[in-house]
Structure formats: structure tokens, C-alpha cells
């Protein structure tokens, strides 16, 4: 009940508070030329009030952003502030009017991110459509190109009801394509390329300048080398390892624990 009751606050101050830095000087001012200039002000104020009061009340719980496997019960303290962390970012992140304002301006950006626990660069594009949560798990590189749709999944939801966390980094100058999923543990390295409607699944590691065509499928724990190159619609079995340099034709499909060696070697199965 008292866990409710938290929540419950949360919500009510995250959207009762902007809307009285938004409106209370309205009393306040007494000619009405100053009145009509709060007026026209007086989203952006709202916007920034918003962001500040859900950022600042998700501080006490940034230290329940950290990797492992929890329970999906409010009677666990790292799942309680879990929640809250989450409410508070989603509130943000929900509201995309707000949300794209601040992706919109660079110092924005670089403040709503910062707020909510991240500390990697923030000269990185990403859209609102993008799915983002856990913050300071994340990792992106200086020019990384995430596009719209993209779901970059710091958490996942098992059937026990388990919750699996873990980090996800993203290199300089990555592209990662539209509908593409990043599960926990994934790593992109720099200048590397995952194709539109690509699922790499957890632990997977993906080496810098490597390129994954559209529409494949990475299970857990794959590791792909430096500059290897994954055709279209491949499915690669959990554990395979693709060497630096290596090459899959596309519509290939690996069982586990192969290995691909570099180019004109082939390819070793179980």
C-alpha cells in the first residue's frame, strides 16, 4: 500500500509542478502586456519544469540501474526503485511533444540525458520512436546513428518472471537500422552496421567496421569479428563466433556454436 502510495506521488508531482511554474506568475504580474509575454514563454517554461522535477525525482533511484537478474515484484527493493526510475524517465519519454523538444536542442538533449544517469557522449542522433530506458546502462558513441523504431533493450521480461538487465554500448559512428532490436549485453563497435529489422539477442558482440544485413537473426552469445561482413536474412545459432574479416552469405543458417573463419577458410559447425 505505502509502495502505491509512492508511486501515486510520483505521478501527481511530475505533472502537478510544471503546471504551477507554468501558471502561478500569471497571478503575479500585474500590466498585461507582461501577462501576454508569460503567456508565449510559458510552454517552454512548462517543458523545462517538466523535465527537471521527473529527472530530479528519479536521482534517489538511479542506484537501482544496475545489471542482473530481479524479480518483477515491488517487494524487491532494486525492482521498487526500478519502477520509479522508470516512471519518471517514461514520463518524459511518453510525452513526445516534450521529448522532441529536448532531442531537438542540443543542450537539451545533453541535459535530459545527463539528468537521468547517462555519462557517455551525447553527439549522437536518436528519434522519439526509438525505445531507450535504463540510462546509465547505455553507452553511445560520438556520431552513432540510431534510427527511428529501434529498440535498444537494456531489459527483458523472462516467462518465470524474472527481469534480465545488462548494458548496452554502441560505438562511434555505428548504424543501427530501422526496427532493429539490441537485447542486454549487446555491444556494436565502432563504424559497424546492423540492418533494418536485425535482432541481435543477449550478450551478443558485434566488432567494429563489421556489417549484418536486414532481417537477422543473432542469437545469445554470437561474437563477430572486426570488419566481418553477415549477408541478409542470416540466422546465427547462440554461441557462433564469425573471425575478424569473415564473411556469411545471406539466407545462410548457422547452428550453435559454429565457427566462421576468415575469407576462403570456411566454416566449422559444432
Known amino acids: ?88 524517465w517514461t514520463a518524459v519519454y511518453y510525452c513526445t511533444p516534450i521529448y522532441f523538444v529536448c532531442l531537438s536542442v542540443p543542450l537539451f538533449k545533453k541535459g535530459l540525458f545527463r539528468l537521468f544517469g547517462y555519462r557517455g557522449d551525447t553527439d549522437f542522433t536518436i528519434y522519439p520512436d526509438t525505445w ?40 562511434a559512428n555505428a548504424v543501427i537500422g530501422h526496427l532493429v532490436l539490441l537485447a542486454p549485453g549487446t555491444s556494436v563497435g565502432d563504424n559497424a552496421e546492423v540492418g533494418v529489422s536485425t535482432a541481435l539477442a543477449l550478450s551478443v558482440q558485434v566488432g567494429s567496421n563489421a556489417k549484418i544485413g536486414p532481417c537477422s537473426d543473432i542469437d545469445n552469445g554470437v561474437r563477430i569479428g572486426s570488419n566481418a561482413v553477415v549477408g541478409s536474412a542470416v540466422y546465427l545459432g547462440p554461441r557462433t563466433t564469425v573471425f575478424p574479416h569473415a564473411r556469411v552469405a545471406s539466407g545462410v543458417s548457422l547452428p550453435s556454436r559454429s565457427i566462421v573463419h576468415a575469407a576462403g577458410e570456411g566454416c566449422t559447425i559444432g
Do not use: E
Not at 70 to 82: G, I, V
Not at 145 to 156: E, K, L, P, Q
Open 1 to 88: 500500500m505505502i509502495r502505491a502510495a509512492v508511486l501515486l506521488l510520483h505521478i501527481l508531482m511530475i505533472i502537478s509542478l510544471p503546471s504551477c511554474f507554468a501558471l502561478s506568475p500569471l497571478f503575479l504580474i500585474g500590466p498585461l502586456w507582461g501577462k501576454l509575454l508569460w503567456v508565449m514563454g510559458s510552454p517552454m517554461v512548462f517543458i523545462l519544469a517538466y523535465v527537471l522535477v521527473a529527472g530530479l525525482l528519479s536521482l534517489p533511484h538511479q542506484r537501482a540501474i544496475v545489471p542482473g537478474r530481479f524479480p518483477r515484484t515491488l517487494d524487491h527493493p532494486l525492482y521498487f526503485h526500478r519502477r520509479l526510475y522508470g516512471l519518471c
Open 132 to 171: 531507450v530506458r535504463d540510462l546509465p546502462l547505455l553507452s553511445i558513441g560520438k556520431g552513432a546513428y540510431i534510427s527511428n523504431r529501434a529498440t535498444i533493450g537494456t531489459n527483458v521480461v523472462l516467462r518465470n518472471g524474472m527481469l534480465v538487465v545488462d548494458r548496452v554500448t554502441i560505438g
